[in-house]
């Protein structure tokens, strides 16, 4: 075999974003060796992978589709020389791509991360943001190892491990005229302005909790964007739902925000790690697996509130009018 890993991985790179430009940018190398790479494949496997398109980028040939995935699965199988290692000396190696919903990112990504790679110093570990729609692409291109997300419509080639089950709540500013009370009917909200969150399948989970009683809210705003919904509420733009409740109960301007469980619809989502059934997960997923298993306890996740806490601390407002 007169070619190298480092030059499939290259390959791949460039057939993932069908940009020399942008592949070199994702694997941190200039754009001439992205190039010598592709030139040498097609030269050692005498096929040509890769249309070039003035000032356009890439498009992948026939040949460049096929070889794409079997490449994917060549790395797949030399990195499993890190699990045999592993196995032999009890050390876990390798790299490892978790991806992770946008929506709750923030709040748990840091710590996880943080925290797995102190504990396992020889693993590569990166992670990637992105709707449930992006994350279920991801795994299955490869793109990503595992996924941090919610248990919304997965198809049957995806396994899921539940982590933490995650209740909603309405979210309010705390000038609105609920702000003071320790939980909300829906129905009561249902002529009020309301700001949707908008990724598909959260777009739907939040207008079937609405259906659920009957009734459609009086959409004002939607916004694909957590921190600009939070911000939107506590300004008084309207109110919101939510399934991630931050420690940090303010807005990104600064406003104070007051998260209220919801008493006419019971309803709560499976959060936890997704990803394809028919991959063996390596040495270095597993060992993330039981990381998040013993971080996430009783619904506890990393910078959020926990799920028996009650919104009547010092900065709320029924608090201060006490």
């Known amino acids: 075999m007169r070619f190298t890993l480092r030059q499939l991985s290259y390959f791949i790179a460039a057939g993932e974003t069908l940009s020399v430009t942008k592949a070199a940018e994702q694997v941190n190398i200039s754009q001439p060796s992205i190039s010598a790479a592709i030139a040498h494949l097609e ?19 026939p040949a460049g589709t096929r070889l794409l995935r079997a490449a994917k699965e060549s790395l797949r199988a030399a990195s499993e ?9 009890d050390h876990v190696a390798g790299t490892l791509n978790v991806g992770t919903f946008f929506t709750f990112a923030p709040l748990i990504a840091p710590e996880l991360w943080t925290g797995f790679s102190g ?15 992006d994350l279920l692409e991801k795994l299955r291109l490869a793109r990503i190892d ?25 979210i309010v500013g705390a000038g609105h005229r609920v702000a003071g009370r320790r939980s909300i009917r829906l129905a009561e909200l249902i002529d009020d302005p309301f700001v949707l969150l908008d990724p598909p399948l959260t777009r739907d989970y939040f207008l079937g909790m609405f259906r659920k009683i009957g009734g459609t809210p009086r959409i004002v705003m939607e916004t694909s964007s957590t921190a600009s919904l939070r911000s939107y ?46 991959l063996r997960r390596s040495r270095a997923a597993e060992a993330f697996v039981d990381y998040c298993r013993e971080v996430i306890r009783d619904g506890a996740l990393p910078g959020m509130l ?17």
């Open 43 to 61: 030269t050692e496997l005498n096929v040509q992978l890769f249309v070039r398109h003035h000032a356009q980028g890439l498009s992948l040939t």
């Open 233 to 278: 509420v506590a300004a008084g733009i309207g109110y919101s739902m939510m399934t991630v409740r931050p420690a940090n109960r303010h807005a990104e301007n600064g406003l104070p925000l007051v998260y209220l469980p919801i008493e006419d619809v019971s309803q709560s989502i499976a959060f936890g790690i997704a990803s394809l059934t028919e």
């Open 306 to 322: 926990p799920a028996g806490q009650t919104e009547c601390g010092p900065d709320h407002p029924a608090h201060q009018s006490s």
């Open 81 to 89: 020389l890190y699990d045999v290692a592993s196995d032999v000396n």
């Open 119 to 133: 504990r396992y110093e020889a693993v590569q570990m990166t992670m990637t943001e992105g709707s449930e729609v």
């Open 146 to 170: 595992l996924a941090l997300t919610y248990d919304l419509n997965l198809p049957p080639d995806v396994s899921f491990i539940e982590l933490a089950r995650l209740r909603t709540y309405v």
